[in-house]
């Protein structure tokens, strides 16, 4: 019934830009923060960028200035911006969906990932 759908991944040369889908479906998309996760090769997986449901943003100190994160409710949609690709930025990339209500239990869904690979 949930589903995170992510779409935007690619082969791009260092210096390039791509432009990440999540399309979600099966929530009630302005409840939840969206976030943007990767996992690189022999990495553990690493928080990206956060949006809260008011549209704050936050982003790991790797890709400040180069990444941008955003979301368009009435699409369903969260996006990530990434200008200035480095080859340390090539990973999978997923998205993740969090409902954490006052009181209650939190709730995380997470899409299957988009490989992204930077490289000459």
């Given amino acids: 019934q949930v589903q995170l759908v992510e779409s935007g991944g690619g082969l791009v040369q260092p210096g390039g830009s791509l432009r990440l889908s999540c399309a979600a479906s099966g929530?009630?998309?302005n409840n939840y923060a969206m976030g943007w996760y990767r996992q690189a090769p022999g990495k553990q997986?690493?928080?990206v960028a956060t949006i809260t449901r008011g549209g704050n943003t936050n982003y790991v100190d790797s890709v400040k200035g180069?990444?941008?994160i955003s979301r368009d409710n009435a699409k369903n949609t969260v996006y990530l911006q990434m200008n200035s690709l480095k080859?340390?930025?090539?990973a999978v990339?997923?998205?993740k969906a969090n409902l954490s209500?006052?009181?209650g239990i939190n709730v995380n869904y997470w899409g299957q990932g988009t490989q992204v690979t930077v490289s000459s």
């Fill in 93 to 95: 990339y997923y998205c």
């Fill in 45 to 47: 997986r690493e928080l």
């Fill in 66 to 68: 180069r990444f941008t």
């Fill in 87 to 90: 080859p340390e930025d090539t």
């Fill in 27 to 29: 929530i009630i998309f």
């Fill in 101 to 103: 209500p006052p009181l």
